[in-house]
Antibody, heavy 118, light 106 residues
Framework: EVQLVESGGGLVKPGGSLRLSCAAS????????MNWVRQAPGKGLEWVGR??????????DYAAPVKGRFTISRDASKNVLYLQMNSLKTEDTGVYFC?????????WGQGTLVTVSS | DIQMTQSPSTLSASVGDRVTITCRAS??????LAWYQQKPGNAPKLLIY???SLHSGVPSRFSGSGSGTEFTLTISSLQPDDFATYFC????????FGQGTKVEIK
């Protein structure tokens, strides 16, 4: 069974940093394109960024609001996806989900809440 | 960036109704379009991918159609479990989500 479990969320002050983790199981992690998606309280879904597979060379892409502040990486030996978030802003507050997207199809974690507030 | 526009934003319907939600892309996304259902406090659930392919385990009352810039999600006979928020998503160029359609009880 494909499973994704996020952790690492919490309360952080503006300008601070936080690293989220996503533990993956049930599929060949190094072959999957992995994404982070976030959802501000009461709002819609916003794509944060992705890392492509090892075969593709693991390039990363980011949405404009987080480019230069967030970094996505993966540790294939541990089957863990990371989201390093620096220079956090209040508008980064929300639930952060990791997801495979479409290969495997439709796997999402339960999300981890990040609150940026003074 | 590709923008996705859903309509309506809110939809009031009764059990048994046929429901249609529309999603328009600012440029062609071919058939790289997905639909999700989300309930409060839960992660989104994939319903439809490649515009019209039903994800495993999703009831057949859900269907998707369209290509290019215009897409629809149809629920043929609304069930109590279907009251939720629905999002479209393009995955032709990076990812972009529509703003969501909340399906409420009439």
């Amino acid at each position: 069974e494909v499973q994704l479990v996020e952790s690492g969320g919490g309360l952080v002050k503006p300008g601070g940093s936080l690293r989220l983790s996503c533990a993956a199981s049930g599929f060949t992690f190094s072959y999957a394109w992995m994404n982070w998606v976030r959802q501000a309280p009461g709002k819609g879904l916003e794509w944060v960024g992705r890392v492509k597979s090892r075969i593709d060379g693991e390039p990363t892409d980011y949405a404009a609001p987080v480019k230069g502040r967030f970094t996505i990486s993966r540790d294939a030996s541990k089957n863990v996806l990371y989201l390093q978030m620096n220079s956090l802003k209040t508008e980064d507050t929300g639930v952060y989900f990791c997801t495979t997207g479409f290969n495997p199809l439709g796997a999402w974690g339960q999300g981890t809440l990040v609150t940026v507030s003074s | 960036d590709i923008q996705m526009t859903q309509s309506p934003s809110t939809l009031s319907a009764s059990v048994g109704d046929r429901v249609t939600i529309t999603c328009r892309a600012s440029q062609s996304v071919n058939y790289w379009l997905a639909w999700y259902q989300q309930k409060p406090g839960n992660a989104p659930k994939l319903l439809i991918y490649k515009a019209s392919s039903l994800h495993s385990g999703v009831p057949s009352r859900f269907s998707g159609s369209g290509s290019g810039t215009e897409f629809t999600l149809t629920i043929s006979s609304l069930q109590p479990d279907d009251f939720a928020t629905y999002f479209c998503q393009q995955y032709d160029t990076s990812w972009t989500f529509g703003q969501g359609t909340k399906v409420e009880i009439k």
